[in-house]
């Protein structure tokens, strides 16, 4: 008989990174035998071929708290209709027994959040129902007798769970980085670049920087602009959306760099922005394991990346000084790595990417996460 897994999660974005590791896991389980894999969800366009293992929960609630709560309460309820073998929450719901951390640490991200904001909008955030909701859910989570195993998609998300919820039994926190498709994401020849740059209507002979991400103050594209600004030789493409957008065009046209930042939206594929980028810089103030990073190391571009990033040990392997992993904020700090990587140091910071990726395949991945399960069965 085939084993039974759910997965759990609120609802589907096209651009989000969380939802695109659940359809890598959910494609690399299906390909194995004796493994049925279910999503519990409010909202989800999965590929056609998954479309018959979707569990719909009722779309409740007015508000982010409200809806927050009833998404737990029917999940759980859910539950209980069904007989699962095993069931991974990618939400925060106590009395799970696999809990996968995609999300980060909220705890931790509104502390990072408050560091120079305005008293009153520290203010918001200490008295916000929804704030509360979710930390209040977050404890409950970490500290249920139910709860087995928490799978970490990076060491600092594990690090962060033990600094606000020391309770929490270090044994149950197994770390899984995300997997990357190898085959997809190709490693980009010189005649890759020249080609995609052709198709984007970019100049062969610039040298460009890629963003990608959306919700850019979280991403840190503001840093970014900053550090732009302090250098000349770079161009930039922001792959991505911002509700604020046009706070981030202000900001490029206050600094005069505006003919240097080209903001291309959102975009389903974008493989043809790493083949034409030299270098990709993730500045995040928090984001637990950016998929962003590992794409590009394997299409061959090397990263700069903030502490913030969760996976920036990642990065670190690409010299093994740490060179190309900034203090979060440090906007100068930045400037600098974006000054000393010449020609010959973004060629070699690229065949290191790849062979840094090679090491996080989605099969990798997906036999971590079988031996997670299949332990839970002893």
């Given at each position: 008989?085939?084993?039974?897994?759910?997965?759990?999660?609120?609802?589907?974005?096209?651009?989000?990174?969380?939802?695109?590791?659940?359809?890598?896991?959910?494609?690399?389980?299906?390909?194995?035998?004796?493994?049925?894999?279910?999503?519990?969800?409010?909202?989800?366009?999965?590929?056609?071929?998954?479309?018959?293992?979707?569990?719909?929960?009722?779309?409740?609630?007015?508000?982010?708290?409200?809806?927050?709560?009833?998404?737990?309460?029917?999940?759980?309820?859910?539950?209980?209709?069904?007989?699962?073998?095993?069931?991974?929450?990618?939400?925060?719901?106590?009395?799970?027994?696999?809990?996968?951390?995609?999300?980060?640490?909220?705890?931790?991200?509104?502390?990072?959040?408050?560091?120079?904001?305005?008293?009153?909008?520290?203010?918001?955030?200490?008295?916000?129902?929804?704030?509360?909701?979710?930390?209040?859910?977050?404890?409950?989570?970490?500290s249920h007798p139910e709860l087995q195993i928490v799978i970490c998609n990076?060491?600092?998300?594990?690090?962060?769970?033990?600094?606000?919820?020391?309770?929490?039994?270090?044994?149950?926190?197994?770390?899984?980085?995300?997997?990357?498709?190898?085959?997809?994401?190709?490693?980009?020849?010189?005649?890759?670049?020249?080609?995609?740059?052709?198709k984007l209507g970019l100049k062969q002979d610039s040298r460009i920087l890629?963003?990608?991400?959306?919700?850019?103050?979280?991403?840190?594209?503001?840093?970014?602009?900053?550090?732009?600004?302090?250098?000349?030789?770079?161009?930039?493409?922001?792959?991505?959306?911002?509700?604020?957008?046009?706070?981030?065009?202000?900001?490029?046209?206050?600094?005069?760099?505006?003919?240097?930042?080209?903001?291309?939206?959102?975009?389903?594929?974008?493989?043809?922005?790493?083949?034409?980028?030299?270098?990709?810089?993730?500045?995040?103030?928090?984001?637990?394991?950016?998929?962003?990073?590992?794409?590009?190391?394997?299409?061959?571009?090397?990263?700069?990346?903030?502490?913030?990033?969760?996976?920036?040990?990642?990065?670190?392997?690409?010299?093994?000084?740490?060179?190309?992993?900034?203090?979060?904020?440090?906007?100068?700090?930045?400037?600098?790595?974006?000054?000393?990587?010449?020609?010959?140091?973004?060629?070699?910071?690229?065949?290191?990417?790849?062979?840094?990726?090679?090491?996080?395949?989605?099969?990798?991945?997906?036999?971590?996460?079988?031996?997670?399960?299949?332990?839970?069965?002893?």
């Amino acid at each position: 008989m085939n084993k039974k897994l759910a997965i759990i999660r609120n609802s589907y974005r096209p651009d989000g990174g969380a939802e695109k590791i659940i359809s890598r896991i959910i494609l690399g389980l299906k390909q194995r035998d004796r493994l049925d894999v279910s999503i519990i969800t409010r909202q989800w366009k999965p590929e056609q071929s998954l479309d018959n293992h979707i569990i719909s929960c009722p779309k409740r609630g007015w508000f982010r708290q409200s809806k927050f709560k009833y998404f737990i309460e029917d999940v759980t309820t859910l539950l209980k209709q069904y007989n699962f073998d095993w069931v991974q929450s990618h939400e925060r719901i106590p009395g799970c027994k696999i809990y996968r951390a995609g999300d980060g640490v909220h705890k931790e991200w509104l502390e990072v959040r408050k560091r120079g904001a305005s008293a009153f909008k520290v203010f918001l955030w200490d008295y916000s129902f929804y704030h509360k909701a979710v930390l209040k859910v977050e404890k409950a989570l970490f500290s249920h007798p139910e709860l087995q195993i928490v799978i970490c998609n990076s060491t600092q998300i594990k690090k962060d769970i033990l600094k606000h919820y020391p309770e929490t039994d270090p044994n149950k926190l197994v770390v899984i980085y995300n997997g990357i498709d190898l085959d997809e994401f190709s490693f980009k020849t010189q005649s890759d670049q020249s080609s995609a740059r052709a198709k984007l209507g970019l100049k062969q002979d610039s040298r460009i920087l890629l963003f990608v991400g959306s919700g850019f103050q979280r991403k840190g594209l503001n840093e970014l602009l900053l550090a732009l600004a302090q250098t000349d030789q770079w161009q930039l493409l922001v792959v991505g959306k911002d509700k604020n957008m046009g706070h981030f065009k202000k900001v490029c046209h206050q600094l005069n760099i505006s003919h240097r930042v080209t903001f291309v939206g959102l975009q389903k594929q974008v493989h043809n922005y790493y083949a034409a980028c030299d270098l990709l810089v993730h500045p995040a103030l928090y984001d637990p394991a950016p998929n962003v990073i590992l794409e590009a190391m394997a299409s061959g571009r090397g990263v700069i990346a903030s502490e913030g990033c969760g996976n920036s040990d990642l990065v670190s392997q690409l010299d093994g000084k740490n060179r190309y992993v900034y203090q979060r904020g440090d906007i100068t700090g930045l400037a600098q790595r974006l000054r000393d990587c010449d020609d010959i140091t973004l060629g070699l910071l690229g065949k290191k990417a790849r062979q840094v990726a090679e090491g996080y395949s989605i099969t990798r991945m997906i036999n971590s996460l079988l031996a997670v399960y299949h332990s839970l069965d002893k």
